[in-house]
């Protein structure tokens, strides 16, 4: 892609009144617009990363059996008063359809999978079963004010399972764990996301949550030292809770957690037996019997997760995306002015996307400061400067976004970095 065609600009400022630091690099550097709080439209740039995100959330998904479905976000009240939660839920966005009927925006299916599912579940032989759904959410949230992270409009993977049995269940919830686990790792937050214990319900002691620790984050957990769990707030004052989760407790231990700052990319869920309960969505036991299935939610927000990177990982001047979530891979950066010399930029970019390398090519007329401030502010792994005294010499400079030292390489070494970083080749 060629910066000079790019659907986008940099933005010196963002007119957007959202502080937080995501929203303001990410509508700076042209990856989202803001429409209004809690509500945004991704660009091309953000739609490369949310769709390298959303993608692998779906390798790891269908890794451990989930299959994809789309569920309609547009749903009728009776299936939330089934559950008794047309009242109770207060995020849900209610709206009047045609002959003034009762419709709401989805904010979670369990009230549309459950039902969905139940008509090819009738004996313990159709079990178990994962469906999951990556899609948009609604919630008409009061504090819409964190750019992605709290989204009244946002992206969400939501995973359902039904099982013959409890022991069916926590096998299978297990495995979500892992992969949830190799989700943030391929995304870049691998180490600085907890697995935290946070209260269940009536039908598991507790859920679990995956917090990224950050200074920017909402929401308060400890962390047990030298592990990568945690326990949420809210759970903290329960003297049970700490003599299972942490070895040896003895009273005032908990002194010793550190209390950390993190931000909630990720939530898993058993829920029991509830939701089947509620729409009568039974199975034939191996003993012929019925039962209820028993089912798990296993959620994560994509939108979300962009934001989280944006916030954790950028630095003063600008965004800093990890491999696997770049838009693009190499920045490559003209810095010429001569007919000749701006031919040989030319070839050396066609020649990178022939050989299936994503690159964004700045070819801009624009002064060099300009071009190496908006590098930084775009953030992708790789910038390869070209200039009139490296193309003279046969060579380029090469900096990674994270490194502040750069290289002079001769041009054969172009290649060799290409290759020796196979992800550069976009797979998509
Ligand atoms: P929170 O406590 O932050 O409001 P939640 O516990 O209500 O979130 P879940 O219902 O567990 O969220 O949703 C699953 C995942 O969807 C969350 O872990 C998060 O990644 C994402 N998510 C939830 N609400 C939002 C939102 N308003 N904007 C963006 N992502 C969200
Ligand atoms: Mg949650």
């Known amino acids: 892609m060629r910066l000079s065609e790019l659907a986008t600009k940099t933005q010196k400022q963002t007119s957007d009144s959202d502080v937080s630091r995501n929203a303001q690099f990410l509508t700076r550097a042209g990856y989202v617009g803001r429409l209004m709080a809690g509500v945004y439209s ?3 740039l953000g739609m490369r990363v949310l769709n390298n995100i959303e993608n692998i959330i779906r390798e790891e998904m269908n890794s451990i059996g989930g299959q994809e479905i789309l569920m309609p976000a547009l749903q009728p009240k ?19 359809g045609a002959g003034d009927r009762d419709l709401a925006l989805g904010p979670t299916h369990e009230e ?4 969905l599912m139940a008509g090819f579940i009738q004996s313990y032989r159709d079990l178990p079963k994962a469906v999951y759904q990556i899609q948009t959410k609604f919630r008409n949230e009061a504090r819409a004010k964190s750019g992605l992270l709290r989204g009244r409009e946002f992206r969400m993977k939501d995973l359902y399972s039904f099982h013959a049995s409890q022991g069916d269940l926590d096998a299978f919830y297990e495995q979500a764990t892992a992969a949830y686990h190799r989700i943030f790792k391929r995304c870049g937050l691998g180490g600085i996301t907890l697995l935290t214990y946070a209260s269940g319900g009536i039908f598991s002691r507790y859920s679990h949550e995956f917090q990224t620790v950050t200074p920017y984050g909402e929401d308060v957990i400890y962390r047990v030292p030298g592990t990568e769990i945690a326990i949420n707030k809210e759970i903290i004052d329960d003297q049970d809770v700490l003599k299972e989760l942490i070895p040896g407790y003895k009273p005032g231990d908990e002194k010793n957690l550190e209390e950390v700052k993190a931000i909630e990319v990720g939530n898993i869920f058993k829920l029991g037996t509830r939701f089947a309960e509620s729409f009568s969505a039974g199975f034939t036991a191996a003993d012929g019997t019925q039962r209820f ?5 296993y959620g994560i927000g ?3 997760v962009m934001g989280t990177i944006a916030e954790c990982l950028s630095d003063e001047d600008g965004l800093v995306w990890p491999e696997q979530v770049a838009p693009y891979h190499i920045h490559l950066v003209s810095l010429v002015n001569e007919a000749a010399d701006i031919e040989k930029c030319e070839k050396i970019y066609k020649q990178l ?3 299936g390398v994503s690159v964004l090519y700045d070819d801009r007329d624009a002064r060099a400061g300009e071009k190496l401030a908006d590098a930084d502010l775009i953030g992708l792994p790789h910038r390869v400067i070209l200039g009139k005294k490296t193309l003279a010499t046969g060579s380029f400079e ?10 002079i390489l001769p041009l054969e070494k172009l290649q060799e970095i290409v290759s020796a970083h196979e992800s550069m080749t976009f797979p998509f």
Not at 78 to 96: Q, S, Y
Not at 398 to 407: L, M, Q, V, Y
């Open 78 to 96: 009776d299936i939330w008063e089934k559950t008794g939660r047309w009242d109770k839920v207060d995020i849900l966005f209610k709206l009047k």
């Open 353 to 355: 996307c022939a050989e």
């Open 293 to 297: 299935p028993v089912m798990g939610c």
């Open 398 to 407: 090469w900096k990674k976004r994270i490194e502040t030292e750069s290289n």
């Open 112 to 115: 549309v999978v459950t039902p």
């Open 302 to 304: 994509p939108s979300r």
């Open 42 to 44: 991704f660009l091309p």
